[in-house]
């Protein structure tokens, strides 16, 4: 049985009050009448409405104030406002502020009953459009991952069969292709959820700090160790650690690694006592192991503890199906709220480019394009050069500066955002190596990466 639909009816004239009420009645309508924009409220506050009609002028609570509640209180309600004159400003006013629809008196019963099926029609449009979009992201998202494509479907599957299990996971994948997004979703899908997530990049810290970053350390153990201090292994026991770039692991550290998942055990610098550890261990590399192991560079029994489910993240541009859903995902995201559409013309650049950056430089991009891109519309004209085809990466700039002003701030900070993610991934994400790149400190680079919300293992 189809949902009748619900229609609040607010005038200060009770003739006009009376009139819209019969009509809607009779067409089948559930109808409730307020006499001005307060009381209207109170039933706004008891009551769903699918649609509100409202006059313009009234007294205390005018139509526009309502408009305001009603969008803020229940944005998908559809609004349609009376006006007494043909263009008022009001009425402008309203269609800016979200009404659907004016309607100017005198009006006759039948454009009264058009504009009623035409906005009912449109909101259960949006409503269908919702839940079909809700029903696409259960479909091709698990778990903070995106993809229809049968490489992404194979990734989602293979960790619903895993999950549960103790078993070390070995992934592989270019650099932003979403390693650690897997490491969680196979954290927080297991028994373990309810225990510690621990990431660490193993390049991104200096050897001689690494196995007590790992294993912690006694107090007077070396020089600085005033205080007794646990190791992630420790902080993660019962849980899951994640060791990021696992092939930037040092000789000495393969070693000591490798005796941990034999023994399940840890000694911290320093100590004598053997402490028992449970923690899965998921790593994670850019590189070919095997090939790093034929090379004498990684330990040929470690590459066996670790590699008992190998799990692949394909880079972007063998699953291109995947970018439309990846582009309405970060949109959505970044523009908070904002209504924001892709074009055509932007969405065919986005879909050829062959994004070497994979998934972070997507993301990476759509932000970008977002802060520097004007109006609701990402355009082609929004996204950046080498996507254009333009030579000259970090060549761009503004040619005219808008007649409503330009946040410089805004831009050079994308600009910079840009450059530092970009050095990442041509340094495989260890960050002495980006900042050597750029001819930076170690600590100036911590400095700027912390400054648009990257924590230690975000990148």
Known sequence: MQKQHRILIVDDEASMRDVLSIMLHREGYVV????DGSQAVKHLKDNSYDLVISDVQMPQ????????????????????????????????????????????KPFKNEEIRLVVKNALERKLLRQE???????????????????KSKPMQEVFTLIEKIAASKVNLLLTGESGTGKELVARAVHFQSNRK????????????????????????????????????????????????????????PAMMQVKLLRVLQEQEIRRVGGTANIDIDIRLVAATNRDLEQEVAAGRFREDLFYRLNVVPVHLPPLRTRREDIPLLVEH????????????????????????????????????????????????????????????????????VEVIPDDGFDLDAYLGAIEKDILLNALDKSDGVRKKAAA???????????????????EDDV
């Open 330 to 397: 970060f949109v959505e995201k970044i523009a908070d709220g904002r209504h924001v559409n892709v074009d055509e013309s932007a969405m065919r650049l986005l879909l050829d480019y062959d994004w070497p950056g994979n998934v972070r430089e997507l993301e990476n991009v759509i932000e970008r394009s977002l802060v520097l891109g004007a109006g609701d519309t990402l355009n082609e004209e929004s996204l950046p050069p080498q996507l254009r085809g333009e030579s000259g990466r970090w060549q761009r700039g």
């Open 61 to 104: 609570l005018d139509g526009l104030s309502l408009l305001r509640h009603v969008k803020e209180r229940s944005p998908e309600t559809v609004v349609v406002m009376i006006t007494a004159f043909s263009s008022t400003d009001e009425a402008v006013e309203a269609m800016k502020q979200g009404a659907y629809d004016y309607i100017t």
């Open 437 to 455: 790149i750029l001819g930076i400190t170690f600590r100036s680079m911590r400095y700027r990466l912390a400054k648009y919300g990257f924590d």
């Open 129 to 147: 459009n919702t839940e079909l979009k809700k029903a696409l992201e259960q479909r091709y998202s698990f778990a903070g991952l995106i993809g």
């Open 194 to 249: 309810e225990m510690p997530f621990m990431p660490i990049n193993c390049g991104a810290i200096p050897e001689s700090l690494l196995e007590s970053e790992l294993f912690g350390h006694e107090k007077g153990s070396f020089t600085g160790a005033n205080q007794q201090k646990l190791g992630l292994f420790e902080v993660a026991n019962g849980g899951t650690l994640f060791l990021d770039e696992i092939a930037e692991l």
């Open 32 to 35: 409730d009448a307020a006499n």
